[in-house]
């Protein structure tokens, strides 16, 4: 069974995969293997939806686990903590920004407006990966490297 506290370290993994998901989706179109890349880009939507209904319902339960002295903060100082801090914000902004580009990039591929897929994706695919990745340097730096 899953506790509330494992969470986090699923949001993780969640995140490393739908990273890992991008960058196989892209590699796969580079070598222009399309239904390859979107049985990897639709994989990587489908991980990103786990991962977001994953994170709602640990932040919705951040009364609980604040109650039961079981929230993390960062616990780094000087650098480490300006730079925590850093990829938070940016991480915030970008994750709620790439939703609808998610949406529109799908929308035009399901369209097969190729050309507008594209120009898009010059923009979803560096923010989406970076969410990605950064998500996952959020977990390390609040419950591995500085707890």
């Known amino acids: 069974m899953i506790n509330i506290t494992d969470l986090p370290i699923i949001n ?11 960058l196989l989706g892209f590699f796969f179109i580079k070598q222009k293997k399309v239904i390859i890349h979107k049985i990897f880009m639709l994989s990587a939507v489908f991980t990103s ?3 977001m209904i994953s994170y709602s319902i640990y932040h919705f339960s951040k009364e609980t686990l604040k109650a039961r002295g079981l929230l993390s903060k960062f616990k780094g100082e ?3 903590e300006v730079i925590y801090y850093v990829i938070v914000v940016s991480h915030s902004i970008l994750a709620t ?3 609808p580009f998610v949406i529109f990039t799908l929308i035009y591929a399901f369209k097969n407006k190729v ?3 594209k120009k898009l994706v010059k923009w979803t695919l560096p923010i989406w990966l970076y969410t990605s990745i950064t998500g996952v340097l ?3 730096m609040l419950y591995r490297w500085f707890s």
């Open 97 to 99: 920004v790439i939703i």
């Open 115 to 117: 050309d507008k897929h």
């Open 49 to 51: 939806i786990l991962f």
């Open 138 to 140: 959020i977990y390390f």
């Open 78 to 80: 000087g650098f480490t």
């Open 12 to 22: 993780a993994v969640l995140n490393g995969i739908s990273a890992l998901l991008i």
